[in-house]
């Protein structure tokens, strides 16, 4: 669990973190250098799941090196339904248009910008920015980080 105290608003209690794949953890269906390691140590605070269209067909073999489950989602709806359906808080982390609706449900949307940029209406519905995926795994680690960002 990652707990985030942020003066003037409730606290999180993140139980479980849900990410994009594709334009998040991986560019051209390979996984972003760096990602792996961090990865594993958010993993070893919240429950992870990887959602993906899976668009380069490489979502099982990166969930495989992630040691992370994965689900094949064809709209952001699904991704919506996923986060809806979780118990406890969740913090969703992804980059696309159809990361929207998510990013919106989750207690904490994190959008990501990065070389396979970032939709417009993404950043808009996410409570923070992160300027690539590495320094949003770091904030996950960092939950002080995450307070001063968020509080108002």
Excluded: Y
């Amino acid at each position: 669990m990652v707990v985030v105290e942020i003066p003037g608003r409730e606290s999180l209690a993140l139980e479980h973190a849900v990410f994009d794949l594709n334009g998040t953890l991986a560019l051209d269906g390979r996984l972003i250098p760096g990602v792996e390691e961090l990865f594993a140590a958010v993993a070893r605070r919240l429950r992870c799941v990887i959602l993906t269209g899976d668009t380069f067909g490489t979502g099982a073999s990166l969930a495989r090196t992630l040691d992370c489950p994965l689900e094949i989602v064809a709209t952001g709806a699904d991704k919506e339904r996923i986060v809806g359906g979780l118990e406890g808080q969740a913090v969703a982390v992804g980059n696309g248009e159809n990361d929207v609706a998510m990013l919106a449900r989750a207690a904490l949307g994190m959008a990501v910008l990065g070389p396979e940029g970032t939709s417009a209406r993404a950043l808009m519905a996410a409570d923070l920015v992160v300027p690539d995926i590495l320094c949003g795994l770091r904030l996950l680690l960092s939950p002080a980080r995450l307070t001063a960002t968020l509080r108002p």
